[in-house]
């Protein structure tokens, strides 16, 4: 990828004393939207405050759009990040909260109240803006971190665990605005436990571990690499579930086979789905198999996440 | 001007503009208030006092009485100790309350951002501290016009100009030395003592050590000479004072030489709350 028009790190460690954050590095980060998934103290965060200069890499470089993170007064023309510091700016409301800091890009009275108007109501957050943030919700307060991000109409959003403190309506919101913003173009970087919504919102996941990266790349191209070692469950409903599995039990590629407790399926774990797929359309032609359905049972984030990084994932 | 000038001057002014609102409303500065209140508290008892016939006095002594005041307790202690409140907290209150990084994710040069809070600092201590010895000095002219040294009040109204500009060069260069400590130390109270001990020692030092501190320029430019007996001797200062074309430069070149230290400094501080 183009380092101007992407996120890249090359080779990027950092160390917090002997504490390692994240170690070597290299990723390249394209448009639309990526969620970096990993446990507590895998380094999510430690990347994003790298990308937006808020630590320094030990060694290696990062490049946001081609801009360096140690010049402040273009990356952040172009970069908006929520972070999940729920502090705020002492004794400010949440209009003065985002159009002062709008004013911060040297933007007159007018267009900072202008862009301050659309950024609220965008998280709907236009009715509270004039009360302190002192007396806000969390999930306000969330929204209102959120609408201050995005308000100088950034190129690249960095969030910090967005949905930390949102109900499920305003969590449905949140996701329809990411998709929103990422439909338009935008660099959308996401950190998020809750990995059910990862799997509905991610372009491409970028998982992490202790510090390393382990994985990149839109969901099922990893999920790909990992048939040999972790083959790919796939269930299968069907009119005839013995015949199929007498005929699969026979294929190399087919590591197990187990019938569906109630005798209408079979679950299979395939190291190779492509010799499945066509295996199985010519029984549904040859042996007259009439399917139901076909779905991979763990091609999501959550396997994914439990086969690379082990368990504890799926919580939040 | 050009136009990355004409940038970092909005930059600037949106920066005191945010901390004057964060930090110095009423009600959040009232402890600064206060301590500037105390000074006025003295000369308008007095003048009140004296109005009332509940104290006696000819006025000769006043002049002198008030140049005590203000190098022992408005400069040592009132203006100190508000810098001390005001600079320290520019940034180490923002590290405390995790919000330091809002500035940090904002389109500005972290050199600008020192200096902008440096200028917010700047602004609300001469205001306050210079309001303070302004007000006393005159409600002390205004007391003497009505003694029997009435003849001396026209002419010491001319100091006023005086006091507050000594008050002005202390601000700068005490709220300098102070916004560089917070950024530097975790807890900047113990240097900020230490440049107390310092400051108070002085007088102890021979005369090229004595040079080497901010009240010994300030009280340099002092309009009247306060001639120290008993206790007070102890703050006098023997060396010879410098003149005020060294003075006056010399304290604002120190105050911004280290506005530029810190500016340098800024650009090596991480966000990592964690740690504190």
Avoid at chain 1, 172 to 181: D, H, T, V
Avoid at chain 1, 265 to 283: A, I, Q
Avoid at chain 2, 7 to 29: H, Y
Avoid at chain 2, 264 to 273: A, G, K, P, S, T
């Amino acid at each position: 990828m183009n380092g101007a028009n992407g996120i890249v790190f090359d080779d990027v460690s950092k160390f917090y004393g002997d504490v390692l954050g994240v170690n070597r590095v290299q990723l390249s980060i394209p448009p639309g939207i990526t969620t970096l998934v990993g446990p507590n103290g895998s380094g999510k965060t430690t990347l994003m405050n790298l990308m937006t200069g808020l630590v320094r890499p030990s060694r290696g470089s990062v490049r946001v759009l081609g801009i360096p993170p140690s010049d402040p007064e273009r990356l952040f023309a172009v970069t908006g990040y929520c972070t999940q510091f729920d502090a705020f700016p002492r004794g400010l409301t949440g209009y003065e909260f985002i159009y002062l800091h709008l004013r911060l890009h040297a933007m007159g009275h007018a267009r900072a109240a202008e862009l301050t108007a659309r950024a609220l109501e965008r998280v709907t957050m236009t009715a509270p803006a004039g009360y302190r943030i002192a007396s806000y919700s969390k999930g306000m307060r969330q929204r209102i971190k959120l609408a201050q991000a995005i308000a100088h109409q950034p190129s690249v959003l960095v969030l910090d665990e967005p949905l930390n403190g949102l109900d499920p309506m305003a969590r449905a919101e949140a996701i329809a605005l990411f998709r929103a913003l990422a439909a338009e173009g935008l660099h959308v970087i996401i950190s998020s436990h809750i990995l059910h919504e990862v799997d509905q919102i991610s372009d491409q996941v970028v998982m992490l571990s202790n510090g390393y990266v382990v994985a990149e790349g839109q969901i099922q191209a990893v999920r790909g690499e990992m048939h040999q070692e972790h083959p790919l469950q796939i269930l299968v409903r069907c009119t005839q579930p013995g015949l199929l599995a007498a005929r699969l039990f026979s294929e190399d590629h087919v590591a197990e086979v187990r019938m569906h407790h109630d005798r209408g399926g079979l679950l299979v774990s395939t190291r190779d789905p492509e010799s499945f797929y066509e295996l199985l359309g010519k029984m549904v032609l040859e042996d007259a198999i009439h399917l139901e359905s076909v779905a991979p049972a763990d091609e999501d984030v959550h396997s994914v996440y439990e086969y690379l990084i082990g368990g504890g994932g799926g919580a939040a | 001007m050009t136009p990355a000038v004409r940038l970092w001057c909005a930059q600037i002014a949106a920066i005191v503009r945010l901390e004057l609102k964060k930090n110095f409303s009423f009600r959040r500065a009232l402890p600064l208030y206060l301590l500037a209140a105390m000074p006025l508290l003295v000369f308008v008892s007095h003048a009140i006092g004296y109005a009332r016939g509940w104290t006696n006095c000819h006025g000769t002594e006043d002049l002198t009485v008030f140049a005590g005041v203000f190098q022992l307790f408005v400069l040592r202690l009132v203006v100190f100790f508000g810098c001390v409140v005001i600079f320290l907290n520019l940034f180490r209150g923002e590290v405390v309350q995790k919000s330091l990084h809002y500035y940090f994710l904002a389109p500005v040069r972290r050199d600008l951002l020192v200096v902008g809070k440096y200028l917010s600092g700047l602004i609300i201590a001469v205001a306050v501290f210079g309001a303070s010895v302004a007000l006393s000095y005159f409600i002390l002219c205004r007391h003497l016009a009505a003694t029997a040294s009435a003849e001396l009040a026209g002419p010491a109204l001319h100091h006023l100009g005086s006091y507050v500009g000594v008050t002005v060069l202390a601000c700068a260069g005490y709220g300098a030395v102070f916004l560089l400590l917070g950024m530097l130390f975790r807890n900047p109270i113990v240097p900020a003592i230490a440049v107390l001990v310092w400051e108070s020692l002085i007088v102890f030092f021979p005369p090229l050590l004595k040079k080497i501190s901010v009240i010994f320029y300030l009280e340099s430019l002092c309009p009247v000479r306060v001639p120290f007996e008993g206790p007070g001797a102890l703050f006098a200062i023997t060396a010879n004072p410098t003149p005020a074309y060294l003075a006056v430069p010399g304290l604002m070149l120190l105050a911004v030489l280290i506005v530029t230290v810190a500016a340098v400094r800024i650009h090596r501080l991480e966000i990592n709350y964690g740690a504190e």
